[in-house]
C-alpha cells in the first residue's frame, strides 16, 4: 500500500478514535444527567410522600372540626326545640294567666267598693 492510502486510513482512525471520545464523554454526561434526575425524582417521590401525609393530617383535622360543629349544632337545635316548647307552654297559659288577673281585678274592686259602703256605714253610726 501506498503511503498516501496509510496516511488516510491514519486519519480515518483518528477521526473514529476522536467520535469514540466524543461519544465516551457525552455518555458519561448523559450518565450524570440521569443521576441528576434520579436524585430529583426520588426528592420529588418524598415531597409527594410529605404532602399525603399533609393531606391525611389536614382531612382528620377537618373531620374532626365537623364532628364538633354537628355536636354544637344538635346541642343547638335540642335547645331550639326546648324553647319553642317552652314558648307553646307560656301561650297556653297565657289566657289562664289573664283570666286569674282579671278575677283578682274583679275581686279588689268587690272588696274595695265593700270597704267604702261600710266606712259610710259607720260614718252614719257615729
Known amino acids: 500500500m501506498s503511503d498516501a492510502k496509510l496516511d488516510l486510513i491514519l486519519a480515518k482512525l483518528e477521526s473514529i478514535e476522536n467520535e469514540q471520545q466524543s461519544m465516551k464523554n457525552e455518555m458519561t454526561t448523559v450518565k450524570s ?3 441528576t ?7 420529588m417521590k418524598s415531597d409527594i410522600h410529605t404532602m399525603k401525609d399533609e393531606v391525611t393530617t389536614m382531612r ?13 349544632s344538635d346541642i343547638i337545635i335540642e335547645q331550639v326545640v326546648k324553647n319553642a316548647e317552652n314558648i307553646t307552654f307560656l301561650k297556653n297559659n297565657q289566657q289562664a294567666f289573664k283570666d286569674i288577673y282579671y278575677k283578682q281585678d274583679r275581686t279588689l274592686t268587690l272588696l274595695s267598693k265593700r270597704s267604702i259602703e261600710q266606712e259610710a256605714r259607720i260614718e252614719n253610726i257615729e
Open 37 to 43: 434526575m434520579k436524585d430529583e425524582v426520588t426528592t
Open 33 to 35: 444527567d440521569m443521576h
Open 60 to 72: 382528620s383535622d377537618m373531620l374532626q372540626r365537623f364532628d364538633d360543629i354537628e355536636k354544637k
